[in-house]
């Protein structure tokens, strides 16, 4: 399998439930990234991981929760949720963290919070 | 404050003919710049980039201008094929937000047979 992979493609939940989202990149990427879609807006970055550390959190709520074990694997932690959350949730690699190294996408989670 | 505006939300135009996709930007520092094509239910797809030393960067049918003094760039598409159908992103990378890209709100293009 090449290039991102994000489970699950769809995602309904409840205000109360805890999901996450996973992201795999087989790229051998060195950083990765997690944006959101809304409608009508631009691609919002949330998160940044560079050699799996964190180095940006783009003033996200702490309802979302990244990790990041290794290069290859993103997820996000998602709980206590509002319905506006309710988004295109795509994960993004890239060779390098800087923003001339193209970003390769994977095909995103809809997410649907009731 | 929205630094890389796409004003245009959407685009529809005839197979064969030319597809121009229009993006400005605010931020004079911004050196780099890219094109993203997104169809529905996939994620963006890189398409093009150009850098701020060169007014013209040309791949196949797609050629992206840059016109500095204006801070206005597009995407020129020709000839346009039904299979171009989707939304377009320009992006530039901020250096004094830590190089992340910034988004414009993208265009819909339609290419009709």
């Known amino acids: 399998e090449t290039g991102v992979t994000q489970t699950p493609r769809h995602l309904v939940m409840g205000m109360t439930n805890k999901k996450s989202l996973k992201c795999e990149q087989h790229?051998?990427?060195?950083?990765m990234y997690w944006y959101k879609q809304s409608a009508k807006k631009p691609l919002e970055l949330m998160f940044v991981?560079?050699?799996?550390?964190?180095?940006e959190n783009n003033s996200v709520p702490s309802r979302f929760s990244p990790e990041c074990p290794n290069s290859s694997h993103l997820f996000l932690h998602l709980h206590t949720l509002q319905p506006e959350d309710s988004a295109l949730y795509l994960c993004?690699?890239?060779?390098?963290?800087?923003?001339?190294?193209?970003?390769?996408f994977g095909n995103g989670t809809r997410l649907t919070v009731t | 404050d929205q630094q890389v505006k796409q004003n245009s939300p959407s685009l529809s135009v005839q197979e064969g003919r030319i597809s121009i996709l229009n993006c400005d930007y605010t931020?004079?520092?911004?050196?780099?710049f890219l094109w993203y094509k997104k169809y529905p239910a996939e994620g963006p797809t890189f398409l093009i980039s150009i850098s701020s030393i060169k007014d013209k960067n040309e791949d196949g049918r797609f050629t992206v201008f840059l016109n500095k003094s204006a801070k206005h760039l597009s995407l020129h598409i020709v000839p346009s094929q039904p299979g171009d159908s989707a939304v377009y992103f320009c992006a530039a990378p901020s250096y004094n937000q830590g190089g992340k890209l910034i988004f414009g709100q993208g265009t819909e293009l339609s290419v009709k047979p």
């Open positions: 790229l051998g990427h060195n950083a």
């Open positions: 991981y560079n050699f799996k550390e964190q180095t």
């Open positions: 993004a690699s890239s060779q390098e963290a800087v923003g001339f190294s193209p970003l390769h």
């Open positions: 931020n004079s520092m911004f050196d780099y």
